[in-house]
């Protein structure tokens, strides 16, 4: 951390500022210029605030060096991170790992047909929501543990792993029984206590990007569930609040690769929630996977214009099928392998 002193600070306000460097147990490394003081904090400044200094009179700015997010950073752990899942399959490295199913587990009828679909295309992983955070408490809630129990058998029908949302710290035992994967939404991002509970689930666990947060929080939210000791952590980008209009968040792209740069925890694309529009899906799965995501997360129903929630996104089955082929050509130019 660097402290810079304003023009007008005085020797005592320097000194103020040195000895509360000291009291932290850090060294300052003072450089006195022609018309600043620039003050270097010596050591690991990350479990210290910059406000902590920034109250002082006298002081212009504080500039981090390290990043907050220590265990989620690329210093930390240089190789990329690689999930692997009982079936085999793999989330980062080569594979580009596509998640899909549909929004909500609405009834078996519905589970079978969307699971027998993803599976037809190669998918390795049932998406699927039991416990859906809607933004109306009047709308559909999702089936509990009924939708978890069907996940499970039907994804099993097909050598699939489970991934689904949990979104209270209460429900992760029950969920880790019958997940393979655990989701935190976009909405609880910063639930920190539910970063602790799926930290300490023994699951791994996808991130979503909270709708107005940015990357810095994201991987500050990551290394809540790391520094309980989970090391399987990809992390979600699936559109952000912005003033455009015509869909239902805007996806940003430069999230896949800034992420990569920052960390090795793998990248996952959600062109469903960022979108909001079926017909936009596939173009915006494409741009993900070409900008180096690791994965994709994508809603599917067996019937659209029937679903419980998010209709206006889900891809049917036929769209899925050209989605999933231009998805494996292109991971294929790429060196990459889809599935
Ligand atoms: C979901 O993937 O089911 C979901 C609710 O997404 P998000 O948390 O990104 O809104
Ligand atoms: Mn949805």
Do not use: W
Request: charged share 25%; with cysteine; proline share 6%.
């Amino acid at each position: 951390m660097i402290i810079v002193m304003n023009a007008h600070a005085t020797p005592g306000e320097i000194d103020a500022v040195t000895e509360r460097i000291k009291s932290l147990g850090f060294q300052a490394h003072l450089s006195k210029g022609s018309e600043r003081t620039v003050i270097g904090v010596i050591g690991d400044e990350r479990p210290v605030g910059a406000e902590v200094f920034e109250a002082f009179p006298g002081v212009e700015r504080v500039v981090r060096i390290l990043h907050p997010a220590k265990l989620a950073s690329r210093d930390f752990h240089p190789a990329d991170r690689v999930i692997e899942l009982p079936n085999g399959a793999r989330l980062g490295g080569k594979d580009v790992l596509v998640m899909a199913g549909p929004c909500a587990v609405e009834s078996r009828e519905q589970l079978e047909r969307a699971a027998e679909v993803v599976a037809r295309n190669g998918v390795r992983v049932l998406r699927g929501g039991a416990f859906k955070p809607r933004t109306s408490p009047y709308s559909f809630q999702g089936l509990g543990e009924k939708g978890l129990l069907l996940l499970r058998e039907i994804a099993d029908e097909h050598g699939m792993a489970v991934i689904t949302e949990v979104i209270t710290p209460e429900d992760v035992p029950l969920v880790a029984k019958h997940a393979q994967i655990l989701q935190v939404g976009a909405r609880n991002m910063a639930n920190y206590s539910l970063l602790k509970a799926v930290g300490s689930s023994g699951r791994p666990v996808l991130l979503k990007r909270g709708l107005g947060a940015t990357l810095d929080e994201l991987l500050q939210a990551a290394e809540y569930i790391l520094a309980q000791g989970n090391e399987d952590v990809a992390l979600c980008e699936r559109g952000i609040r912005t003033f455009e209009r015509s869909t239902r968040f805007t996806l940003d792209i430069n999230a896949v690769p800034v992420l990569k740069n920052l960390t090795s925890l793998p990248v996952v694309v959600d062109p469903s929630h960022a979108t909001g529009k079926a017909e936009l899906v596939a173009p915006i799965a494409r741009a993900g996977v070409a900008a180096g995501a690791d994965g994709l997360l994508i809603e599917v129903h067996p019937h659209p214009q029937e679903a419980l929630s998010d209709g206006a996104q889900s891809l049917d089955p036929d769209a899925f099928g050209t989605m999933m082929g231009e998805i494996r050509r292109l991971a294929e130019a790429l060196g990459r392998h889809a599935a």
